[in-house]
């Protein structure tokens, strides 16, 4: 695991250079999209270079989650979040961008025909990801099962109290049930990109990085994983016990060895 400790600013930057990087060296890539306010920066960044000729037109890309039961015409449903912060200001062809279907009717069967998709596809290669105060992914909350896949969850009160800013400030609006790509989903796309920002995230960036894996801190999975890196600013690298480590390694890393 790569630890990239930079000012918040310059995190998206970052993200953005790895994603443009896949796409440069092959534009039929595969990209893990995820919501939240860690992923908006790199959305904004990739939206200002694709205006500089970045394409994404021959990229297939997946969400990580979706809330069940918000109507289709929600604000807040992750498909319209996603259409609204990046994929209306880049050129994906129609349908390339997929999400699970929280209103499906058959959810289990849903959630099967989404992982179905993903490897009909080939497979995530860069998966972007934040991560909770209570140290989830996606929506894999504290004791989720390590090998698991894409699912229904029910969210954790605390997931509720952080996503109620995003249905104004109201706890009962935020749905109780969401589909979620599982660990081991996660965990098969070939390079994982974690940002985390803020105090608010620390214990959960030092529980990532420094503790034992462990369902309790679902993203401590991620120590797991052949390519993975977490992009945080000082602030969420606060607890850190190894922060001076991970910035010489990164201050002495050399030019051509990118993300």
């Not at 025909?113 to 490897?119: G, Q």
């Not at 596809?121 to 099962?145: K, M, R």
């Not at 109620?164 to 990109?193: D, K, N, Y």
């Amino acid at each position: 695991m790569e630890v990239v400790i930079a000012p918040a600013g310059e995190l998206a930057r970052l993200a953005a250079d790895a994603v443009e990087g896949l796409l440069r060296a092959k534009p039929e890539r595969v990209l893990g999209l995820a919501t939240g306010s860690s992923p908006l920066a790199v959305y904004d960044e990739l939206a200002r270079r694709h205006q500089e000729g970045l394409s994404f037109a021959r990229v297939r890309a997946f969400m990580l989650d979706e809330y069940v039961g918000l109507a289709a015409d929600h604000p807040e449903r992750y498909r319209n979040v996603i259409e609204r912060e990046f994929a209306s200001r880049v050129d994906f062809a129609p349908g390339a961008v997929q999400g699970p279907d929280g209103l499906a009717q058959d959810l289990p069967a849903a959630c099967a025909a989404y992982e179905a998709s993903i490897a009909e596809a080939g497979g995530v290669d860069l998966q972007l990801l934040g991560i909770g105060t209570d140290g989830h992914i996606a929506f894999n909350e504290p004791g989720s099962s390590l090998a698991s896949r894409t699912r229904i969850k029910t969210l954790t009160k605390q997931t509720r109290e952080d996503n109620a800013r995003f249905f104004g400030g109201s706890v009962e609006q935020v749905p109780r049930h969401c589909l979620t790509q599982g660990l081991a989903t996660i965990m098969s796309a070939r390079h994982l990109v974690l940002l985390a920002s803020g105090r608010a995230k620390a214990e959960a960036v030092h529980q990532l990085v420094e503790g034992p894996v462990s369902a309790m801190w679902p993203a401590t999975i991620m120590q797991l994983h052949p390519h993975a890196t977490v992009l945080v600013d000082d602030a969420a690298a606060s607890r850190l016990q190894l922060a001076d480590y991970y910035r010489q390694t990164y201050a002495d890393k050399p030019d051509w060895q990118g993300l």
